[in-house]
């Protein structure tokens, strides 16, 4: 196939899918908070610069396999990477949509248990309740990193479960930073189907469990991250993520990202060790990314916004010259 | 298929199904939980008797796709039946053995939002902590409730994610319960995958997303309620649950489960309606509960559990008779 096949495949595509989604419910609403968001954060701040804006998309998508879903295909993410990178982001003077799965890992939360309010809690003899001690540090800067960042208007945290819900919404705000141009960063963590049922092609009500197999057949998702690059936000920073469970068909896989979508970056990541260290590529450059273990808050995301942060300010100069 | 055939294929469906499942994750210590916690509550209480055992399954399980399980296929439910009803389970007086998905619905938290540490407490000027006002009353109770009813020894929660863990933890439940005959009861209310791809079946890594098409073949569940009533706890009352999106086919379905698996009451319900009405059916009787709107608890898990706990004190009767 020539690339303007390509091209015109992609596009009917992408077509295909948004007309085929489900109209995504608040639109308006996220729309507007969205607008505002990148409003204020543009106008210079303390220190006579505006602050650079990244959207952090964090967590899995669903697929829904019947309309009214009782099924669906889910990709195993916690969420932890994009919670984590939030922070750094924000320590880094970032504002930050924080784009995520419901239920998955918030910012500042997660050196906390699963359930912390069951767990971090106790009554007192009273009848009264106190934060236990093992927790009460955690618990404490999680409560109030948290709220500074929310009240303080430089995090703003959008919820979605389904592939659609996931896409339209990435459409949303890529549209919406376009006005900002290269001050916009894209940091794709989420984990993406690469698959769907068209909508159109579900069944509306439970499949019916009565045939000894069950065949599920899906299409692949059209690669949105062309789209974005191409159309939604053209001059925005974009940076995505490979991860693979085989590590000997990993840096192949993100070098093909990177030419294939163009991104600027792509963290490479392999289930076993993603805690520790992740492999960036930039076509021009390979960095492996360690986690400092000689520090106390040693998170390989540290070190790794770190990097982004500072190639994307090259990236914004050269932009404007 | 005559009577002898389909059990002797159920039985070699059952033997296929655990033994190509990944071995369960800490069986020992689930299983010594669980005689401490049978073995505490049957022994006779302040009132002269023993406590009623109820084990309550609660929330979706998944049905993964690869080994290291990166997609795996989901079952929407919220968990929020179970969760309220094992607070009825509680008030009735019975010990209860909540086996639920993990980041589903806990019991005493439901009236809270998705994130309640985040949502319901705020910083206060001295850069400490304190609940938001509007929802102290909700978070104190939560906190309190929660914890006299684990402390106290009636409340014991077991987690799980796959169809695997799920269905090999209540082998062990059920056979732990063996013990204490018709007292124990299985209030089924988990969303059991009908469909899972058999463990030895499954890729070893990522499923390559090449292809412009995924086809997933699913084999069907053995139907596992046969072999808790026939093998695990033939003495214990039994309830499952049947949804349905299709209001038209859901009584006959239910009827079909009361029959097929030999269970002592099946509560039938509709998607939309559940948290209004269900339809207990018991073979003789079919009863319609509904939720009292006079009352301002007014969960249709109330009566719902009132009902079941009155034909399960008939039925410990008829037993030892």
Known sequence: MDTENRTETLEA?????FDSAPPLHNSHEITQKLNQFIQRNSSSSENGEARRIVCVTSGGTTAPLEQRCVRYVDNFSSGHRGATSTEYFLK?????????????????????????LLECFEPTNDLNIQVRKDYSKAVKSAIVDH??????????????STIFEYLQMLQIIGTSTRCIGPRAMFYLAAAVSDYYVPWKDMVEHKIQSGSHLLDVKLVQVPKMLSVLRKDWAPLAFCVSFKLETDSSILLNKANAALERYKMHAVVANELSTRKEQVLVTTGVEKITVRRDNSESANDVEKPLIKLLSERHATYIEDSSR
Chains 1, 2 share one sequence.
């Open 147 to 160: 709220h500074i960042a929310v009240a303080g208007g430089h995090l703003l945290k959008l919820p979605f």
């Open 92 to 116: 880094a003077g970032y504002a930050v949509i924080f784009l995520y799965r419901r239920g998955s890992f918030q910012p500042f939360c997660r050196s906390l248990p699963e359930d912390p």
């Open 13 to 17: 595509q992408v077509k295909a899918f």
